[in-house]
Each structure stands twice: as C-alpha cells, then as structure tokens.
T-cell receptor
Framework: ETGVTQSPTHLIKTRGQQVTLRCSSQ?????VSWYQQALGQGPQFIFQ???????GRGNFPPRFSGLQFPNYSSELNVNALELDDSALYLC??????????????FGPGTRLLVL | AQTVTQSQPEMSVQEAETVTLSCTYD???????LFWYKQPPSRQMILVIR????KQQNATENRFSVNFQKAAKSFSLKISDSQLGDTAMYFC???????????????WGLGTSLAVNP
C-alpha cells in the first residue's frame, strides 16, 4: 500500500508568482483535503475534493484553487502569491463513505517560502 | 463553530515515564471524531489515535491511550513508557460527522511540544 506523497518538498517563490503543489492520495482513498500550517500554528483547512469536485472550503480567498483527477490525485494552485502564503502545505487523503467518519492520512508536506 | 484548545504549549518527560497531554473542545454536535496526531521535526503529520464520540470505551494504541470525557468535552492523551522517538509536536483535532458529500474537515488545536529527555 502506497502512502500519501507530495511534491515538491520545498519551494521558493517571489511575491506575485503562481505555484502548483501536487499530492498523490493513498491507495483506495477517494478524497483529498488540503491544509495550510503557518509556523507555530495548527493546520487550517483550505478545501477538500471528493470525486473530482470541491467538497467544502475554508476561509481562503479564490486565488487558492485546486483540482482532483480521476486517479484521486490532486493539485493546489495559488495565484498572486503573498508573503503570508509562506507556510507548510499539507495534503491528506481519506476514504469518504456514507455517514461514517473518516480518518485523514497526511503526506510529508510542501514547505513554501514566498520572498 | 467548533474550537479545540490545548493549554500546554510545551511539556517534557523523562524516558520511560508517563506523560498526559490535555485537550478540550467546544461543540454542540453529538456525533464527531477526535484525533491525536504527532508531528516530529520531519514535519509529517502522523495519526496517533482516534476516538469516536459515540463509543464510551477509551481508545488505546499500544503505549498511547486517551481519557475521553464527553460531558466535560475533554480528550487527553496518555503516553506510557515514553521513548526518545516520541519527541514531537502533538495536535488534538476534531471532526464533525456529516453525510458523505459534505466535507469533514479537521479543526485543530495549537499543539503541545513534547520533549522526551534521556
């Protein structure tokens, strides 16, 4: 069984640029959630993708967008980067079924630095 | 809105001893999951333990156990026989249960930094 993977591990961008982060979900999972973790903070929910559609969104502006592909992998895109976007971006995959809860399993994260 | 509070920013414990990390949460929901995740310096968030709110029995995973007090909205993590590899940031997280099709996001505390000393 393959775990959650993310790429790249580190990234440096300048203000105003655009960035794409990638996530491959764990085998058998159908849902991907993205979180932003600023230094010294707990993660903040960005959005979740289920069956290739956005399935809920946190308090992030529209310049944060995403995709989920038929193989359930996902991308997080951030346009017009700002200094405050510097953070660790975590991807989590899970199996969403019925009315039961789910457990989210995380990848190693992508550290983004915006200069 | 749900909130999660971890009141201990830092803790330390001697190797082989027992330590308890505290977590309280606020919610009006009756069906939810609670989690403890650890985040070592490698940054990867690793699931430690999960508790379903409808279960009265406290969850255990090897050296890790929880004390779940639903009425008090308290969810503490006990680590027995602490090991050097337990050194990490520990996060408590809450998930409201909803029907499939509605996102089940994790709501996180600020974390407790645990140092296990030799």
């Amino acid at each position: 069984e393959t775990g959650v993977t993310q790429s790249p591990t580190h990234l440096i961008k300048t203000r105003g640029q655009q960035v794409t982060l990638r996530c491959s979900s764990q085998s058998g999972h159908n849902t991907v959630s993205w979180y932003q973790q600023a230094l010294g903070q707990g993660p903040q929910f960005i959005f979740q993708y289920y069956r290739e559609e956005e399935n809920g969104r946190g308090n992030f502006p529209p310049r944060f967008s995403g995709l989920q592909f038929p193989n359930y992998s996902s991308e997080l895109n951030v346009n017009a980067l700002e200094l405050d976007d510097s953070a660790l971006y975590l991807c989590a995959s899970s199996l969403l079924t019925g009315s039961l809860g789910e457990t989210q399993y995380f990848g190693p994260g992508t550290r983004l630095l915006v200069l | 809105a749900q909130t999660v509070t971890q009141s201990q920013p830092e803790m330390s414990v001697q190797e082989a001893e027992t330590v308890t990390l505290s977590c309280t949460y606020d919610t009006s929901e009756s069906n939810y999951y609670l989690f403890w995740y650890k985040q070592p310096p490698s940054r990867q968030m690793i699931l430690v333990i999960r508790q379903e709110a409808y279960k009265q029995q406290n969850a255990t995973e090897n050296r890790f156990s929880v004390n779940f007090q639903k009425a008090a909205k308290s969810f503490s993590l006990k680590i027995s026989d602490s090991q050097l590899g337990d050194t990490a940031m520990y996060f408590c997280a809450f998930m409201k249960l909803t029907n499939a099709g509605n996102n089940r996001k994790l709501i996180w505390g600020l974390g407790t930094s645990l140092a296990v000393n030799p």
